[in-house]
């Protein structure tokens, strides 16, 4: 399994970055995970969208989906045979808000001729030939899913956006590699009081993924400050080994 990363910014982006992004490829199985600004532009110098089995988002937040109103744009207006069409595959109950985001665009269907638009049930595996990824629901400040992504005997989680939770220690138990957001340099970054906030701090990353037995911790969702030493070394304290961040458009083996 391989996962290469189209962007690792917080919804306050990182200077040249995009925003949350993540390709995953196993099994035969080939999936966009979340699709932030500026996520299109830097999947296209790996893969066409029509490569893609699905993309599938996590949450409604705007770092985390805005960009499939661009991913509408490299289709041609046309519109594909129904059986040819990408699969986006949303959250529940985020009908209503693409459609909002459709006529925000200009064009209520503005998705439907290129997409096949379904969402998940918040729990069941979702198959990509031998790839599978399993919605975990995460504490944020909107309903948030993160995964846990199978393929090749090896194991990816991904908590997309969350506050410190049981959640958590789910996605990254026994994982290959725990692929965590680690959004706060401090409490104050985030909503008071501490128990209602929405976002991690490195040491937390690293601590969840040392109680979990995560074989590896890679942060992403972080403000990057030059190479992201500050997160990397509360993380890595915390965990007990070496915390990785996670570099644009850079491939890893899982």
Known sequence: MRLTVLGRSPASPN?????????????????LLDVGPGVVAQ???????????????SHMHADHMLDLVTLRYVYPWRGHPKDQRLRVIMPPGSADQVLDLARGAGNPRHFEDAF??????????LSFDG???????????IPCWGFRAEADGRVLGYTADSGPCEAVGTIADGADLFLSEATLRNLDEDAQPPEQRGHLLPEEAGQAARDAGAKRLMLTHLP??????????????A????????????????
């Open 15 to 31: 200077a040249g970055e995009a925003c949350a992004g993540y390709l995953v490829e196993g099994g035969g199985g080939r999936v």
């Open 131 to 141: 790839l599978s990824l399993t919605p975990i629901e995460t504490m944020h400040f």
């Open 43 to 57: 999947l296209l110098r790996h893969r066409h969208p029509e490569e893609l089995d699905a993309v599938v988002v």
């Open 224 to 237: 990057a400050d030059g190479d992201g030493s500050w997160a990397r070394t509360a993380a890595s304290e």
């Open 239 to 254: 965990y007990g080994a070496d915390a990785e961040i996670a570099e644009p458009a850079r491939t890893y083996e899982v």
């Open 116 to 125: 096949q638009l379904s969402e998940h049930d918040g729990s069941s595996p």
